[in-house]
């Protein structure tokens, strides 16, 4: 597993890209309140497998996370408008209000399949974003 992270005061922000990722599937676990730095520095690995498969799936794990920071929705924003159609389906897996509020957002303004998925689903949620 490789894990890209820093240390913020006592804490630790990380994204981890988990095992299940190939191919143009792309499964990341978020630990933590995501920093703009650490956002900043997951995206060229992101546009990396864009470069090479065109299109592609994203599977998010919020199950750990704590937020971000106001910079990071920002940033996400205008990656999406760039990346309009590299995108073809979003799986959100986690537990809380305003993670499923995201995902819906999410859905409306992507041009991408989003689904989110509650922490019962992650199994169904690698199943789907894999079909």
């Known amino acids: 597993m490789l894990i890209i992270g820093r240390f913020i005061a006592d804490s630790i922000v990380m994204i981890h890209i988990l095992p299940e990722s190939m191919g143009s599937l792309i499964c990341i676990k ?8 650490e956002y900043k520095n997951f ?9 090479e498969f065109g299109a592609i799936k994203l599977y998010v794990d919020m199950l750990d996370m704590d937020g971000w920071e106001w910079r990071v929705a920002w940033d996400d924003f205008a990656f999406g408008i760039k990346h309009w159609n590299n995108f ?3 799986a959100l897996v986690g537990e809380k209000r305003w993670e499923k509020f995201s995902a819906q957002v999410a859905d409306k303004i992507n041009k991408a399949e989003v689904r989110f998925f509650d922490r019962k689903e992650t199994t169904e949620a690698l199943i789907w974003i894999k079909d």
């Open 30 to 37: 978020v630990s933590g309140k995501l920093t703009d730095a």
């Open 43 to 51: 995206i060229p690995k992101v546009e990396s497998v864009i470069n």
């Open 88 to 90: 073809t389906k979003l």
